[in-house]
């Protein structure tokens, strides 16, 4: 496996990404972090990611010199590549001259690195972006590839097999980027990728029934792809020791809760509480218009009603979640410092620790597109797995205002006929999210001859990697039509549908 030392580069995740792709298991840590794990972790590769330090601040970041003595192959991306030409000797200077986006470099000399790429003299498009400039190279170091504003833009210490590259190759901008991390790790580090979602999906059983024994686990289901697919996996590892609480809160989409409770019950025959809690959910809610209490109420009602339900199942010893890998990184973005609350998340399992139950998480080294690959491997249908994210409140934050079991209902089937028709259209895996909101707003129309005064649909659609930042998804205008003219057809209650167009930031992807 590989070891990512993360210098809090926008785009550590992923190198990650493009060396899993390849069948390569990898890891980050925060640079601060590695010399404690390095032992443990035994890497067969390092790579250095990039970050927005200079390495001539004072304080710049730096890793344990004992990566360069590891005796595996060390690859510096942009800050890691300055970084690590300042480690072993060279030279550095700082930001007058900065370089971001498209370039050209000529490749000067050959490299297992560029193997498959151009021959000498030949030009590769990449994703630069740097501030500082390399001024000399450390001892043993050679210019593998150049451009006029990088004269560094690849090097190599071929005997020690070190490298260095200015630019990004984890990015899609470098369109053979994937190519070069594929010569890293296979060609330079020897490594076989044989890491497959069929081998995950056998040593993560082994793993589980070695970590549970004989106890018994109780597994949080919400209806969406992580906590099913870990539902799924647990339970071929330890069959009827594993008990599903499926909380429904009444505000999942139209029809979920009941394909939920056929999928697990009927089908893969596992141990299933249905808690139909939609009453007690939307009595709760009932007067609350604020979207921070709206979050906090599901929130608190959530754990009440999971707490009261799993306290039933006898001796339950370990408490299951489809916890992912982007939760669990620490990474150096993220931990810099207290970040401002824009809303407060609710996750299922989400739970209070007074519950003493030990965490099953056989998800938490997958990042979601694997999640879905795990899922059908284990036999989950595509169609289930692909469904776009779906969050923890449900549709209570798409009905600002108020919500009413009337206004919940409106929202399931327009939202069912919006994706529907996005299906129909072959948009559905183009789109990371697409949703309906429901506007506590009324306009006049007419219908027929009759003049109508009713709600407003607002219709969301948009791309996105992780759901951090996220831009709407251009339609072609006669699939939008389509939505409107079903939408408000068949739903009583809509005469009006509109398109939002805001990416986010600075928006938010939901509404509330
Ligand atoms: P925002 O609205 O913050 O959403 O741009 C980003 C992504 O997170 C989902 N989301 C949630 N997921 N519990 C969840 O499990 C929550 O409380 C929650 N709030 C938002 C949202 O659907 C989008 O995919």
């Known amino acids: 496996r590989v070891l990512i030392v993360d210098f809090g580069s926008q785009v550590t995740q992923l190198i990650a990404r493009r060396l899993r792709e390849s069948g390569v298991f990898c890891e980050i840590h925060p640079y601060d972090k590695v010399e404690a794990m390095l032992a443990d972790f035994a890497p067969k590769a390092v790579i250095l990611s990039g970050g927005p330090a200079s390495v001539h ?278 931990s810099g410092g207290p970040s401002a609350v824009i809303k407060s998340h609710h996750n299922v399992g989400g739970l209070p620790d007074y519950m003493k139950l030990k965490l099953v998480e056989p998800l938490r080294e997958l990042f979601k597109d694997e999640v879905r690959a795990l899922g059908v491997e284990l036999g989950l249908a595509p169609a289930f797995v692909g469904r776009h994210p779906f969050p923890g409140p449900g549709l209570a934050i798409r009905i600002p205002g108020e919500i009413t079991r009337e206004k919940v209902a409106v929202l399931q089937q327009a939202d069912a006929i919006y994706l529907d028709e996005i299906r129909k259209a072959g948009l559905y895996d183009k789109i990371w999210q697409a949703f309906a909101v429901l506007l506590p707003v009324k306009t006049v129309g007419v219908m027929g001859d009759a003049r109508t005064y009713e709600d407003v649909l607002a219709l969301r659609a948009v791309t996105s990697t992780d759901g951090m930042t996220a831009d709407f998804f251009e339609f072609p205008w006669e699939v939008l039509g389509r939505c409107a003219t079903r939408i408000i057809n068949e739903v009583r209650g809509v005469n009006r549908v509109v398109y939002d167009v805001t990416s986010k930031p600075p928006g938010t992807i939901e509404w509330e």
Not at 217 to 230: H, R
Request: glycine letters at 12%; proline letters at 4%.
């Open 57 to 334: 601040e004072a304080e710049s970041p730096a890793v344990t010199r004992r990566v360069f003595e590891l005796g595996v192959p060390v690859l510096g991306i942009c800050y890691g590549e300055m970084t690590m030409c300042a480690e072993l000797g060279g030279k550095v200077e700082g930001g007058h001259h900065r370089e971001f986006g498209r370039a050209e470099i000529r490749i000067e000399k050959a490299s297992p690195l560029l193997a498959g790429l151009g021959d000498v003299g030949d030009l590769e498009t990449v994703w630069m972006s740097h501030g500082d400039k390399i001024t000399a190279i450390p001892e043993g170091f050679e210019v593998v590839a150049s451009s006029p504003g990088s004269p560094y833009a690849v090097i190599a210490d071929e005997a020690r097999r070190f490298y260095g590259i200015q630019f990004h190759p984890e990015v899609a901008h470098t369109p053979r980027g994937a190519q070069m991390l594929k010569n890293f790790t296979h060609g330079i580090a020897g490594l076989t990728g044989d890491w497959t979602m069929a081998s995950f999906r056998q040593e993560m059983v082994a793993k589980i029934r070695d970590q549970v024994g004989d106890g018994k686990v109780i597994c949080g289901l919400s209806g969406g792809v992580d906590s099913s697919v870990a539902a799924v996996l647990i339970h071929e590892a330890i069959g009827a020791q594993l008990t599903c609480v499926f909380v429904d809160t009444g505000l999942l989409r139209h029809n979920e809760a009941e394909q939920v409770v056929t999928l697990f019950r009927d089908h893969y025959n596992i141990p299933l509480i249905h808690v139909d809690a939609g009453d007690l959910f939307l009595g709760e809610l009932a007067g609350v218009s604020d979207p921070e209490a709206k979050r906090k109420t599901i929130g608190r009602l959530f754990i009440e009603v999971f707490d009261k339900e799993s306290a039933k199942i006898e001796g339950a010893a370990f408490l299951a979640q489809g916890t992912l890998y982007p939760d669990v990184i620490e990474s150096v973005s993220t």
